[in-house]
């Protein structure tokens, strides 16, 4: 069983439909004590980080969230979800979860890719330079794309973390992945075929790191 | 660096597509889900769809397609077409869909797009705008104007300063549709998108006119547009997506290749 964190961020319904497509049984919920029994945790998010990080220390989540880290079951974070693992976020000066030693950075306002200014958000589709060897990638071609909403983007303060890269004006990290835990910032379950193997690779996945 | 997106626009009224739209020959050719699904399929980066319906019963009719849809497909979608306040939005949202786009209602009451952005954020709510050329006077500084109800109706509003301020209050996107170009099939409205998408910082869709994929290659370059709709030219299958995408892709133009 696969549970998906709910603290109200965002419609969480579009993770549980790509995972029924994939017959993978999953929960949302915000009762840790059933989150505690799942075998895998996705936590998901689509919003601004200080009111999730607000949802989150109010439920008490914030702690639990760690726990499951450090206890080896299988999480994978998506976009907000990603962000606030991290120590902080720009985005309303936000102290995170601090899971992950780094900081999530706004788009710098004049980005520019071959004379043209690039738009803020970042969205749309576009490639990640996968670290090759990690499970949760498996199958995924080199070429293949993504669905990307966001303002703001994760900077690890150890790169060792980061497991894709992503350009958009700068490279920035669209994937982390340590131990039993992989957190991306784009929506596997808004891209297509690509998106679906993550999933179906992480719901097989043991929570061991290749690497 | 994104790709541009290739979006199909689907008009439902009453939970049926009102174009005939022909997949294959023993499926029921006017269900949008199916539709969708082809598109899906056919390498759609994203899907438009534009509900014309006018009753309430049918309004819930709308909601059933949507949630249909976002079991079928797993790409994003918006839903335009008589959303007029937050509420809306958040049926539409809850059933399933990443954006909702407002037109007309905006027009009239320009605080749904701040309100809307506040409750569900920038990236979930599209200004749709219906934009016929004038001559350019004080009231119309750009020569082009909104209009209303299909086209029927002008605001006297200037289309570029309406896409200024709609961006201002928190439009996350603009698909900008030329009244002059829709139907003709003679290419996009290449000045009138242009200067929109060079004068706000949030992605311009272009809308009305495509006929070949040269247009969508014009439009996606000259024209400085983020993305491409279609219409005519994929349900009528004189064209598929894929074959567009070639088509962009060995000209140099960024699409996504792989679905």
Known sequence: MIGIVDYRAGNLTSVARALESLNEPCIITNDSRLLDDVSHIIFPGVGAAGAAMANLRESGLDGHLKKWVQNGKPVLGICLGTQVIFESSEEDDTRCLGIVPGVTKRFPADLREGGERLKIPHMGWNRVAFRKDHPVFAGIPGDAEFYFVHSYYPAPADETWAAGWTDYGIRFCSAVARGNLVAVQFHPEKSGRPGLTLLANFCRWGGIDAQ | MLSKRIIPCLDVRDGRLTKGIKFKENVDIGDPVEAARAYYEQGADEIVFYDITASAEARAIMLDVVKRVAETIFIPFSVGGGIRTVDDMRQVILAGAEKVSVNSEAVKNPGVIRDGARAFGSQCIVLGMDVKKVLASSEIPSGYEMVIHGGRTFTGLDALLWAKEA?????????????????????????????????????????????????LLDVLTRGKADAALIASMVHYRTHTIAEIKNFLHERGVKTRMLW
């Open chain 2, 167 to 215: 961006e201002r209050l928190g439009a996350g996107e603009i698909c900008l549709n030329s009244i002059d170009a829709d139907g003709t099939l003679d290419g996009y409205e290449l000045d009138l998108t242009s200067l929109i998408s060079s004068h706000v910082g949030i992605p311009v869709i272009a809308s009305g006119g495509a006929g070949k994929p040269e247009h």
